[in-house]
């Protein structure tokens, strides 16, 4: 890897990681093409603050195994190196003949809630139009999917939380359902000072997490509920604040629609119902229910908020349950309010950009239906076709990934910003049917488990080596910059997307440039719900804080200023009001017998980020958290012949997995976790449930049945 002609400078950008984006300023030395220092930047979300992965975070630009070069696999199963005009052509020449044999649909696309906007909406577009395909979906499907739909359905849009983080300082409670952000995103926490000083802060979690444990000394409250039950906790909430009066009357008169019936659907489940099913004290739930109240402006209180995250997303329930944390924000009377609101905590670092441009199955730019003949009409003027050339709907992506190679489903895959082979659930099955392709192309930084099963690998560049822009979670468009070279070969996706549409045959432009490709989505976006169109990289480098919406202004009008917080006036569905939404418990689809199963709830370690293809090759993070592990309560290790360090043995429906046992008492009795960074033997996915939610098309990740034993010792 050869030196780069540097300036010293000090470049401002983000961490590559999660949706907090905390901001960074990364120091080059001139000549060195690595920075020699990341410190963290005052930002309105991280306010200065990085954790671990953060500071760590150059280390994966300097990552040993760096793919630098093409890579085409040869005869004897190994890879060899290629130029960029070889691999690129053996690509276009397979997908061409794959598409004259089997139609446009023989090739699919999957991409990343990583990706940035400018890739995001690239890939959407060379997709539809490049290669003719309707199949695209992406691993956000596996994040944000659930939280999405259920905004969609009740409040007309899906912003994120739809306030700046800061707002949480000023509450007297916070609802935390299903999120870890102490392990997960840890300057977030700076942001719950407040509420926990007021002992507001309420965390619903099986286990006593990092989260969860803010709430000691007087804090708040933490709620440890049966795995799949969430939903019940919440439905008892809403029941106790109707029938205490506690609700926001003239809020929901004005601002809600669709009280009556959800009335109905939680009249069921009074508190000792609910302890039956949840095991939470009917009391505790009403003490919760009443200190949300009491925090309610129309009681007089500063405000309170609720919080989802993928432990109440991830289920096959998980729109509803969604929308039954946002039935009680309604009846609250705190969404659309200045001070209070409902919102979800993204994960990935570009998941709320990710599904707002292209990516999603049934999705264009803008964040509207493919299926909507004007959103296809505006986006096909701005693309230079006929609207009849963009294709329909898809599939989502398990869908997707699980026909890949079958006699009606794809032949050939092209993969973006995703380790699916470790982040899918049921993996095993996942990596069976990539296997089936006649054609995988990944994108990838490094040699990752899906990397290292495909027929061609191109190197892209990565955080601190491009100009972009992400959305951060809460719909905050914040400016990637590049600070240093990219090693040997490796180039940006737009270049790449470029290169193969042209040799593909297709007239549509593609420009390499981040900033054109940024005004080109802007354009596509316009008259959508994510209308991105009063933005440019000029605005953003003037340090202007813009959310979307941010529509262009008329000539000669001022710069529309963004929107922080889109619900004040009304919200965007067709009567202006919330829709509250009656939805009924299920419970997880893998049945849990007491005493013969135990629940396997899967998650996040500090240390590592998703798929951990990045995170594993830092040497500090990869030192402090080395292997997967399987982490029980001494009762539950005691029952199973168990001792800290043994190797326990997994078991589901799905398939085996064994990791040595970690024991604590911060988790329920009746239930084990695993992290899901690692593949091979410690892989959490093969064990986890890839049935969906009706709905969202989300997995069931959170909650499944497994059996344990202890491998044979030596
Ligand atoms: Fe911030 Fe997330 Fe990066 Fe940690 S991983 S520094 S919380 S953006």
């Known amino acids: 890897v050869a030196a780069a002609p540097h300036a010293a400078a000090s470049v401002a950008t983000h961490c590559p990681y999660c949706a907090l984006q905390c901001a960074q300023t990364l120091t080059v030395t001139a000549g060195e093409r690595l920075p020699v220092a990341v410190a963290g930047r005052e930002f309105p979300t991280n306010r200065g603050g990085l954790c671990q992965k953060g500071w760590t975070s150059a280390e994966v630009l300097r990552a040993a195994d760096r793919i630098t070069a093409p890579m085409i696999r040869t005869a004897d199963g190994g890879f060899r190196e290629a130029s960029w005009d070889e691999a ?4 276009a020449d397979r997908v061409s003949a794959l598409q004259a044999e089997s139609g446009n649909d023989a090739v699919a696309v999957f991409g990343g809630g990583g990706l940035t906007n400018e890739k ?4 959407g577009k060379f997709a539809r139009l490049a290669l003719g395909t309707r199949l695209i979906d992406y691993n956000g499907r596996f994040c944000m999917s659930s939280a999405a739909a259920a905004s969609n359905r009740s409040l007309g849009m899906d912003r994120g939380l739809a306030f700046p983080l800061a707002d949480l300082g000023g509450a007297d409670a916070v609802l935390v359902l299903g999120s870890n952000m102490g392990t997960t995103m840890p300057p977030f926490v700076q942001h719950l000072a407040g509420v926990r000083s007021r002992g507001g802060l309420v965390v619903v979690d099986p286990r006593a997490t990092v989260t969860a444990k803010l709430t ?3 804090a708040g409250i933490h709620l440890a509920p049966v795995p799949g039950s969430d939903m019940v906790v919440l439905l008892a909430l809403l029941h106790i604040v109707l029938a205490e009066g506690m609700q926001d009357a003239a809020y929901l008169a004005a601002r809600v629609e669709g009280l009556d019936e959800v009335r109905r659907s939680v009249a069921q489940w009074w508190p000792e119902r609910a302890e039956a099913v949840t095991g939470i004290p009917a009391d505790t739930l009403r003490d919760v229910a009443r200190l949300l109240a009491a925090a309610s402006p129309s009681r007089e209180g500063r405000g309170a908020y609720l919080l989802t995250g993928r432990g109440v997303e991830q289920m096959a329930q998980g729109t509803d349950c969604v929308n039954a944390a946002i039935n009680l924000a309604l009846a609250l009377g705190l969404v659309g309010r200045e001070g209070s609101g409902y919102g979800p905590v993204t994960g990935q670092g570009n998941g709320q950009g990710g599904r707002e441009h292209g990516q999603k199955s049934d999705q264009l730019p803008g964040y509207r239906m493919i299926t909507d003949p004007a959103a296809r ?3 096909a003027s701005v693309w230079g076709v006929d609207p009849a050339v963009i294709p329909g709907p898809g599939v989502p992506a398990v869908q997707l990934l699980t026909s890949l190679g079958t006699p009606d489903g794809p032949r050939a895959l092209l993969v973006h910003g995703s380790n699916v082979v470790v982040s899918a659930p049921n993996a095993t099955r996942v990596e069976e049917r990539l296997r089936a392709l006649d054609l995988l192309v990944v994108c990838d930084l490094v040699p990752s488990e899906t990397a290292m099963l495909a027929d061609v690998i191109l190197p892209v560049t990565q955080w601190a080596e491009e100009d972009g822009t992400m959305t951060n979670l809460e719909g905050r468009i914040i400016r990637r910059r590049a600070a240093v070279e990219a090693p040997g070969e490796a180039r940006s996706e737009l270049w790449i997307l470029g290169e193969l549409a042209r040799r593909l045959g297709c007239d549509a432009v593609f420009s390499e440039d981040a900033e054109t490709m940024f005004d080109e989505m802007a354009r596509a976006s316009a008259g959508g719900k994510a209308d991105y169109s009063g933005i440019t990289y000029a605005r953003l480098d003037a340090g202007e804080e813009l959310f979307w ?12 200023p963004g929107t922080p917080r889109p619900f004040l006036e009304r919200f ?5 009001r919330a829709r509250m939404i009656a939805v009924a418990h299920r419970g997880p689809v893998d049945e849990v017998r007491h005493g013969a199963t135990t629940y396997l709830v899967t998650g996040r370690v500090l240390q590592h980020y998703q798929s951990g293809a990045q995170t ?10 080395p292997e997967s592990f399987v982490e029980m309560h001494p009762l539950l290790a005691d029952r199973l012949g168990l001792a800290a360090g043994d190797v326990a043995i997994l078991t589901t429906a799905r398939g085996e997995a064994s990791a040595p046992v970690r024991l ?3 988790i329920r009795v009746d239930t084990v976790f695993m992290p899901f960074h690692w593949a091979g033997e410690g892989s959490a996915n093969r064990l986890t449930n890839d049935v969906t939610d009706p709905t969202s098309s989300m997995p069931e990740f959170k909650v499944t049945a497994v059996h344990i034993r202890a491998a044979l010792r030596d």
């Open 88 to 91: 690129l052509g053996l690509v």
């Open 120 to 123: 995001a909406y690239a890939l």
């Open 216 to 218: 000691d000394g007087g």
């Open 377 to 379: 009409a505006h986006v």
């Open 549 to 560: 919406p941010c529509p262009a202004s008329s000539p000669g009008e001022p710069a529309h």
């Open 572 to 576: 965007p569905t067709p009567s202006g």
């Open 616 to 625: 594993r090759r830092v040497a500090e993070l990869a030192e402090a958290q």
């Open 664 to 666: 604590t008492e911060d």
